[in-house]
């Protein structure tokens, strides 16, 4: 089942590729899906990232010098 939000806008904001793993990060406003460049199959999709049912979405991502990690940026605001 999609969520409410997903129906407005899913087109991918960014690429990245990740040459320590081999796979591209394709990075949308509500998930990241990880595809294997071998075989172009989708190998995880990370769609809880953010909390998309209250309308954060995802607003920036990179990888580390190691291209093992990634961070990702959102919305959110947290109020301590």
Do not use: W
């Amino acid at each position: 089942m999609l969520r409410k939000f997903y129906r407005q806008e899913i087109y991918p904001m960014k690429v990245y590729f990740n040459k320590h793993y081999l796979s591209f990060y394709v990075v949308s406003k509500y998930n990241i899906r990880i595809i294997d460049a071998k075989t172009g199959l989708t190998f995880k999709m990370l769609d809880q990232i953010v909390d998309s049912e209250n309308g954060v979405e995802i607003t920036d991502f990179s990888l580390d010098h190691t291209h093992r990690k990634f961070y990702t940026g959102d919305t959110a605001v947290i109020n301590c």
